[in-house]
């Protein structure tokens, strides 16, 4: 689900949902800095994430709040708050997940464009993209 979807479900929304048997979300939030969403064109702000927190925990419903650090020009500002988001979100419930991946760029999107612009080597033949991780791997 997206934050801002969620957000705009209603109280009684995220309750039938819970009654319908919904017990896990995956919610992708990227940042914990609303600059860097904003560089993402992410489109979503941070109490929209924290608004389906709060209904998700209240409706007992186990969420995974997936993270990235490491994008290009990325500030250590912007990393503290990634972490400092992951942290309260953590704390808010026992079956709330916050993994972080390292940034690794995905073809055809413009962040790829632009770090490849500055250098970085995408993997050519089908042999290397085949050891190509986008979650165990680490970054440039």
């Not at 560089?39 to 007992?60: F, G, P, S």
């Not at 708050?81 to 704390?91: G, P």
């Not at 690794?104 to 612009?117: F, L």
Request: hydrophobic residues 35%; negative net charge; contains cysteine.
């Amino acid at each position: 689900m997206r934050a801002d979807q969620g957000s705009r479900l209603s109280e009684e929304d995220f309750e039938t949902c819970a009654k319908s048997g919904l017990r896990r979300l995956l919610i992708g939030v990227e940042s914990g800095s609303q600059e860097m969403m904003d560089w993402l064109k992410k489109d979503i702000k941070m109490e929209q994430v924290y608004t389906c927190a709060e209904r998700c925990k209240k409706h007992n419903i186990a969420v995974i709040f997936p993270f990235i650090v490491g994008f290009p020009d990325e500030s250590d500002k912007s990393v503290r708050s990634t972490i400092s988001m992951v942290k309260e979100l953590n704390q808010m419930h026992p079956n709330f997940s916050t993994p972080i991946f390292y940034f690794k760029p995905y073809p055809g999107s413009t962040i790829t464009d632009d770090v490849i612009k500055k250098g970085y080597v995408l993997p050519k033949t089908i042999y290397e993209w085949s050891d190509f991780d986008y979650i165990g791997s680490s970054g440039p």
